[in-house]
């Protein structure tokens, strides 16, 4: 049987955060609204930021999306929903193939395990079986360019070896679904090279990118859909080419 086409459903997607132990007026409830971007009321009795409100979004094999607004309007929020971090208040997800979420590269590395061994538990992290990470091993650890540091704890590299380990085990797995929070950019430059034509590769081999960045150039190149997002409050999808129309809205 053949698996279902990639997409992407989202019907009235609400995701609300509580904001514990303070009053209305409290400067903490203020720098929540702030940070989050979204609107902020009671719930039950508490306090809370409601981070997305009735979203709706369709996406399918092809679509290319580009997340724009400012700090704090629910981009990452959306993104995390999306991956599967979240689940909605209020509303539905629905995501239909294998999800490759490059939003926090730094996230299941252990510091006093190997290079390796790291490999190995982001590997199974992103659902790999323990097969197809051995089988990947060795592409990895080649790319990675850290050769005997790799049987060393992380915890003895420098950030910039760090980033290089995190890139490479995160860009070894196959997408349909690709969501990423800005673009990635690591190590020194020759390495910026070649992580820039690995990252192209997994994004033309995805079928949807969900991509949020500040750069509206980058978000010219790759995506042919774009949507705003503002205080947790999502615009219709529209064409790339109404980027700046819709920037200037």
């Not at 409830?29 to 306090?47: C, D, F, Q, T, Y």
């Not at 590269?105 to 395990?113: E, K, R, S, V, W």
């Not at 190997?114 to 990470?133: C, H, K, Y």
């Not at 080649?142 to 590299?157: D, I, N, Q, R």
Request: charged share 25%; glycine share 10%; hydrophobic share 45%.
């Amino acid at each position: 049987m053949k698996p279902p086409p990639v997409s992407i459903s989202c019907k009235d997607l609400t995701l609300r955060f509580p904001v514990y132990g303070v009053d209305a007026k409290s400067l903490k409830k203020h720098l929540a609204k702030i940070a989050v971007g979204g609107r902020l009321g009671s719930h039950h009795g508490s306090a809370e930021v409601t981070a997305i409100s009735n979203l709706s979004l369709e996406l399918k094999a092809g679509d290319r999306l580009g997340l724009v607004g400012h700090n704090g309007s629910g981009k990452t929020t959306l993104l995390r929903a999306l991956s599967g971090a979240y689940e909605p208040d209020e509303g539905s997800i629905e995501v239909q193939g294998h999800i490759a979420a490059l939003l926090d590269l730094n996230l299941g590395i252990d510091p006093t395990a190997t290079g390796m061994d790291n490999i190995r538990l982001r590997g199974r992290i992103a659902g790999l079986t323990a097969r197809e990470v051995d089988e990947r091993l060795p592409e990895i650890a080649e790319f990675s360019g850290l050769g005997a540091f790799l049987e060393m704890p992380v915890k003895t590299y420098s950030a910039g070896m760090q980033a290089r380990l995190a890139f490479a085990a995160a860009t070894a797995v196959e997408a349909d679904v690709l969501l990423m929070d800005e673009w990635i950019a690591v190590g020194d430059a020759d390495f910026q090279k070649i992580a820039h034509k690995r990252l192209l590769k997994l994004v033309e081999r995805a079928g949807i990118l969900v991509l949020a960045s500040h750069d509206v150039e980058l978000l010219r190149l790759y995506c042919n859909k774009v949507m705003r997002m503002d205080g947790g409050v999502a615009s219709p999808v529209t064409d790339i080419k109404k980027l700046d129309e819709l920037l200037a809205a």
